[in-house]
């Protein structure tokens, strides 16, 4: 683990799955074009198998906020918990490739990897079904003083409050960083998410 550490980033780990499709499609499989709807396993499997070609990557804005800061010449970390699948190997390469220091080791068992299934209208309208999978099952354990370290900053995502430790997880990291002096920072995600927890944040 590297001391050194910027910047560390503690969110839903997800990726997405890009693919360009025309507006029949959105309406075979029900979903409003533009809109962000969350799915389950056999729903993210069911879209899949229609969809034509795709573009697999890390995404997450957090994530994606980590990975930038990478490569832009900044010294991260990460947080956030995906499956020892396919798609968890994808996520962890990516970053791994932009020189970040993944915190946690891939879960043996457990939901798959948390995905979103992006789909791109001719006009650049991009409307997204999202299964979380994995990532709800971040947790208190997950934040110790190991896995955090001693960043210069930690930017939490405002989505961890949505999971079922998520609050918890949340204080725990904070504590760790006002006993090292890191500074934290959260993205509040959506005005959704806001609503949902705005007496928490």
Known sequence: MNSATQL???SNAIVDVLAHIDDDFLDKIGVVRGAMTLIDED????????????????????ANTIASFANLGGTAAYIGRVKA????????????????????????DGAPTARSHVLIS???????????????????????PATVGSPKAIL???????LPEG?????????????????VALSLSDSFCVQRHRESF
């Open 8 to 10: 560390l980033g503690i």
């Open 43 to 62: 729903r993210a499997h069911e879209i899949y198998s229609m969809m034509g070609p795709a573009t697999e990557m890390s995404g997450g804005s957090v």
């Open 85 to 108: 699948d396919q798609l968890g190997e994808i996520f962890n390469h990516d970053m791994r490739s932009l020189g970040v220091d993944i915190r946690l080791a891939p879960a043996a």
């Open 122 to 144: 001719a006009d650049g309208q991009r409307t997204m079904c999202t299964y979380l999978g994995a990532c709800t099952e971040l947790g208190v354990a997950d934040v110790t």
């Open 156 to 162: 939490l995502e405002g989505y961890v409050w949505d």
């Open 167 to 183: 609050p918890q997880l949340a204080a725990r990291a904070m504590e760790i960083a006002a006993a090292n002096g890191t500074t």
